[in-house]
């Protein structure tokens, strides 16, 4: 992404009561995993609200590098940090020893310099640090307990997050953006490719979150100075077999046939939690923001994938 185009060096005269404006220096913003999914929308949506933005995907910027984030923190001198970079492929994560690498130890690394330098960290976390049997929406201050290493490691990484000052963690579920791949990806490139019979898991509940929502939301939470634990996600509960029903619906796709799966027939080597609806009104209260149903934010999300020019 051109830093060009996100990050003037200009400062910004706030319009006062007095003849005389103040100039207001722009707040710098460190992105790391800014090639992903969510950082990819991130990055602009903070630029757009004045923020001094600097964006590193994870070929400028390894957070489990030690030599890396010094050279970034060193380089940008952020005020702020908002770690986008996650290992998520869940199953993968049962084996591979990057990914607690990565969700733990990268974002403790992330704490520390943070707390050198006085920076707020923005962690982003997952829905999978609960185990789901709850039965009602989980709030900020609910017991986790992960059922799963990617989950597992998702927890450290809040917990070593959170020892940083002033330290925001937002929680989310279920993403789906243009900016990387995902279960509405999944679901339509299946169908592009002729399949007529498709197999959806119909025991796991949650609530879908578009990325460009959820960058609006950390936006807003860093307007309204929030710190702590929010959930945000969009509007909406459903199973994965729900979701993908509303998929083909908004597509037109007639001719398709989605058969209901119980978790356990997949044999996935992750467990993932039955539900993990999480409780905005947190988020909601501290903003004064409404979220919007996740069927909005899909058909947006699906017109645009249809024209990418647009």
Known sequence: ?????????????DVLTTPHPVLRLRRRILITGAGGMLGSDLAPVLAGAGFEV???PRSDLDITKEADVAAAFHDVRPQVVVNCAAFTRVDDA???PRAFEVNARGVQLLAEHCQRQSAQLVQVSTDFVFDGEKGSPYQEDDVTHPLSAYGLGKREGEEAALSAPSALLVRSSWLFGLGGWNFVEAIVKQVESG???LTVVDDQRGRP??????????LALLQAGAAG???FANRGEATWFDFAGEILAITGETGVRIEPVA???LARPARRPAYSVLDTTKYETATGRPIRHFREALAEYLSRRARPEA
């Not at 185009?5 to 910004?12: Q, S, Y």
């Not at 460009?212 to 950390?218: K, M, V």
Request: charged share 25%; glycine share 2%; hydrophobic share 35%.
């Open 229 to 231: 634990t929010y959930h």
């Open 195 to 197: 399949k007529r019979l």
């Open 209 to 218: 979150t578009a990325t460009p929502d959820l960058s609006e939301g950390i």
């Open 94 to 96: 049962e084996t591979e």
């Open 54 to 56: 600097f964006p590193r």
């Open 263 to 265: 978790s356990a027939a």
């Open 1 to 13: 992404m051109n830093e060009a185009a996100l990050a003037p060096a200009e400062t910004i005269p």
